[in-house]
């Protein structure tokens, strides 16, 4: 078995994430993270489960400039994707990627709807902050891959205008870049007209109808959180880093279903799925599968620490027990090791599974609430993390799991533990 994944389901499996427009896509996304962390701790205040905070935010009138913050910096996630991910895939290419980000935002710009209606009527020479956060997302992934890709033929084909020795760099830059964005605007401005002509509509829509609002629909259920732990555990019972492989893939949508649920409240409804909240969103993941690390291993390590008999055991759950709390757990799956360890593999994989499919279950029945627009660093130990993301129904329920993971872990880890002590009491003897 282990033969076979290694030799016909992990190199293509690699080969896919290895790829470039892949590596743009989980990299440049990781630009706009910086500002959602920033803007959720100002949609936290906003949001402060004690009243008199609002009140004493509206008093003072920064209530108003704290929604200013949020919508500038969590809520324009897309755009800085859009730019991120080209401005990474020239980079990774060898090139200046200012150029080919900045191109890449015209091309986003071009591509949507470029007038709102106010009263009635159509009000032109604005943006739309509707496709600024998560309803532009999918679109900011694919047409910054695009242009990345375009942008860097032209450079890597020499099809460029080169400047004399001497001209200061930046002009260079510009020049370097003039008739790959020209290209590509008139291209894009091509692709505009047909699909306005043809579908009557925007690029950014249709994109959001055709592939974004399926690919929300398609994993936001219980067999999609299922299948996102059991591929992320999966993986990195192979020593392959899951959560970064299948946060490329799926990062865009669960990031742009946290987007649609603020927008639902912001917009004064219930949030609810009835009015297209979702419930898989990053915070469920970040939350109550990967917290204490993938494996959710935070039980594990509290076996290790108190009741473990053999000292490799005892020696590796000091040495994890720090970085756990943190969300680090990388000395565990390798000094434990339950990478590769046909003994732990069952818990490993079981707990965050189980822990995702009740999470989401329990947000379906209304127990827990679903979760807002706020975010937190995934650093940010739990506990306080589930306090902070979603309140104290969360903060209990996250406490609860991580007990739980104790036991999940506690029948598959004394066997082992009773091998290694079995093993070092004969080496002793």
């Given at each position: 078995?282990?033969?076979?994944?290694?030799?016909?389901?992990?190199?293509?499996?690699?080969?896919?994430?290895?790829?470039?427009?892949?590596?743009?896509?989980?990299?440049?996304?990781?630009?706009?993270?910086?500002?959602?962390?920033?803007?959720?701790?100002?949609?936290?205040?906003?949001?402060?489960?004690?009243?008199?905070?609002?009140?004493?935010?509206?008093?003072?009138?920064?209530?108003?400039?704290?929604?200013?913050?949020?919508?500038?910096?969590?809520?324009?996630?897309?755009?800085?994707?859009?730019?991120?991910?080209?401005?990474?895939?020239?980079?990774?290419?060898?090139?200046?990627g200012m150029p080919a980000a900045v191109i890449s935002l015209s091309v986003w710009l071009m591509s949507q709807p470029q007038s709102v209606m106010f009263n009635d009527e159509a009000v032109g020479s604005v943006i739309d902050r509707t496709w600024l956060?998560?309803?532009?997302?999918?679109?900011?992934?694919?047409?910054?891959?695009?242009?990345?890709?375009?942008?860097?033929?032209?450079?890597?084909?020499?099809?460029?205008?080169?400047?004399?020795?001497?001209?200061?760099?930046?002009?260079?830059?510009?020049?370097?870049?003039?008739?790959?964005?020209?290209?590509?605007?008139?291209?894009?401005?091509?692709?505009?007209?047909?699909?306005?002509?043809?579908?009557?509509?925007?690029?950014?829509?249709?994109?959001?109808?055709?592939?974004?609002?399926?690919?929300?629909?398609?994993?936001?259920?219980?067999?999609?959180?299922?299948?996102?732990?059991?591929?992320?555990?999966?993986?990195?019972?192979?020593?392959?880093?899951?959560?970064?492989?299948?946060?490329?893939?799926?990062?865009?949508?669960?990031?742009?279903?946290?987007?649609?649920?603020?927008?639902?409240?912001?917009?004064?409804?219930?949030?609810?799925?009835?009015?297209?909240?979702?419930?898989?969103?990053?915070?469920?993941?970040?939350?109550?599968?990967?917290?204490?690390?993938?494996?959710?291993?935070?039980?594990?390590?509290?076996?290790?620490?108190?009741?473990?008999?053999?000292?490799?055991?005892?020696?590796?759950?000091?040495?994890?027990?720090?970085?756990?709390?943190?969300?680090?757990?990388?000395?565990?799956?390798?000094?434990?090791?339950?990478?590769?360890?046909?003994?732990?593999?069952?818990?490993?994989?079981?707990?965050?599974?189980?822990?995702?499919?009740?999470?989401?279950?329990?947000?379906?029945?209304?127990?827990?609430?679903?979760?807002?627009?706020?975010?937190?660093?995934?650093?940010?130990?739990?506990?306080?993390?589930?306090?902070?993301?979603?309140?104290?129904?969360?903060m209990v329920w996250q406490a609860i799991v991580i007990v739980g993971s104790f036991f999940t872990y506690f029948p598959f880890i004394k066997m082992y533990d009773n091998q290694l002590y079995k093993e070092e009491q004969e080496a002793a003897e």
């Amino acid at each position: 078995m282990s033969e076979f994944i290694n030799d016909k389901v992990i190199p293509p499996v690699m080969g896919f994430i290895n790829t470039k427009p892949m590596q743009a896509l989980k990299d440049g996304l990781l630009y706009s993270m910086p500002l959602m962390i920033v803007g959720s701790v100002f949609l936290l205040l906003q949001q402060f489960p004690i009243s008199a905070v609002g009140d004493f935010l509206t008093n003072v009138g920064l209530y108003d400039i704290f929604t200013t913050t949020y919508a500038n910096t969590f809520n324009i996630m897309s755009l800085i994707a859009a730019m991120g991910i080209a401005y990474t895939y020239a980079k990774n290419e060898g090139f200046e990627g200012m150029p080919a980000a900045v191109i890449s935002l015209s091309v986003w710009l071009m591509s949507q709807p470029q007038s709102v209606m106010f009263n009635d009527e159509a009000v032109g020479s604005v943006i739309d902050r509707t496709w600024l956060a998560g309803q532009g997302m999918v679109g900011a992934l694919i047409f910054g891959v695009i242009v990345g890709m375009i942008y860097c033929w032209f450079l890597k084909k020499d099809i460029t205008i080169k400047m004399p020795a001497g001209v200061p760099q930046g002009v260079a830059n510009a020049f370097t870049a003039l008739i790959p964005a020209a290209v590509i605007i008139v291209g894009w401005t091509a692709i505009v007209y047909v699909v306005e002509l043809a579908a009557g509509t925007t690029v950014m829509e249709l994109v959001y109808s055709a592939i974004q609002a399926p690919l929300q629909g398609l994993t936001d259920n219980l067999g999609g959180v299922i299948a996102h732990q059991f591929l992320v555990t999966f993986l990195w019972w192979f020593g392959i880093h899951g959560a970064t492989v299948v946060g490329g893939v799926m990062g865009g949508i669960l990031t742009a279903n946290v987007s649609d649920n603020q927008a639902i409240l912001d917009s004064g409804r219930e949030l609810t799925v009835a009015n297209g909240g979702h419930i898989f969103t990053s915070q469920l993941i970040d939350q109550f599968c990967t917290v204490t690390g993938s494996g959710l291993t935070l039980g594990l390590v509290v076996y290790l620490c108190f009741f473990a008999k053999s000292e490799q055991l005892k020696s590796i759950g000091k040495l994890g027990l720090g970085p756990g709390v943190f969300n680090i757990n990388e000395p565990i799956l390798f000094g434990t090791p339950i990478v590769l360890n046909p003994m732990l593999a069952v818990p490993f994989i079981l707990t965050p599974v189980l822990s995702g499919a009740l999470t989401y279950l329990l947000i379906q029945w209304g127990i827990l609430p679903m979760f807002t627009g706020v975010v937190v660093p995934w650093t940010t130990p739990p506990i306080i993390s589930g306090l902070l993301v979603n309140g104290w129904k969360t903060m209990v329920w996250q406490a609860i799991v991580i007990v739980g993971s104790f036991f999940t872990y506690f029948p598959f880890i004394k066997m082992y533990d009773n091998q290694l002590y079995k093993e070092e009491q004969e080496a002793a003897e």
